[in-house]
């Protein structure tokens, strides 16, 4: 698992994006471990990730969604994130930690993306990665062209699922991400 210094570092900011973190003593009383705290602090998340991913709205702070969007109660252990592009909201989810999307098409149900946010975080530079690799095999417009070797999705499968086995489940955010390469 990534720890926040390391995925600073591997972060390349000028081809990526920059990161924004979110201030520890605004995440104190969130009911986060420290672990969490520390992540989200110290090293962030990316502004605007592949694939398509968006944590700008969330500016650098950490709410339940119930007190962004006009959700039932039942979602009040969901602390928003982000969103996809879709614009279902990727939440924190306080007990579990996990990292969820809801689906928004499906009644929000909660879809699985990762079991912390360290390796939320993980597959998204394993994600960026894998499109460098697709570019310099395919050139620049592999992903706009949904042109990415298969080597380079097997590297993918195998490095999501050393990240995080959990992530690779059957309907799982990144389990579709790849399958959309073969579409």
């Known amino acids: ?6 995925f600073n570092k591997s972060w390349n900011v ?3 994006g920059p990161l924004i973190k979110f201030e520890y003593d605004a995440l104190q009383n969130t009911g986060f471990s420290d672990e969490v705290k520390q992540f989200l602090s110290l090293a962030g998340l990316p502004e605007t990730p592949a694939p398509y991913l968006d944590f700008t709205s969330s500016q650098g702070v950490l709410k339940p969604i119930t007190s962004i969007f006009s959700m039932p109660e039942e979602f009040q252990n969901c602390w928003f994130l982000g969103s996809t592009a879709s614009g279902d909201p990727i939440c924190l989810i306080r007990e579990t930690e996990n990292v969820v ?12 993306i990762n ?14 990665i894998m499109l460098d690799k697709a570019v310099q095999i395919n050139g620049e417009d592999a992903f706009i062209d949904n042109d990415i070797p298969e080597p380079v999705i097997t590297w993918l499968k195998e490095r999501l699922n050393n990240i995080d086995p959990k992530c690779m489940g059957n309907e799982c955010f990144w389990t579709t991400e790849v399958g959309s390469f073969y579409g």
Request: proline share 3%.
């Open 1 to 6: 698992m990534i720890l926040p210094k390391a």
């Open 14 to 16: 000028e081809k990526d």
């Open 101 to 112: 999307f809801l689906d928004k098409s499906n009644d929000d149900k909660r879809v699985f």
């Open 115 to 128: 079991s912390s946010i360290n390796q939320f975080a993980e597959c998204l530079l394993v994600y960026s």
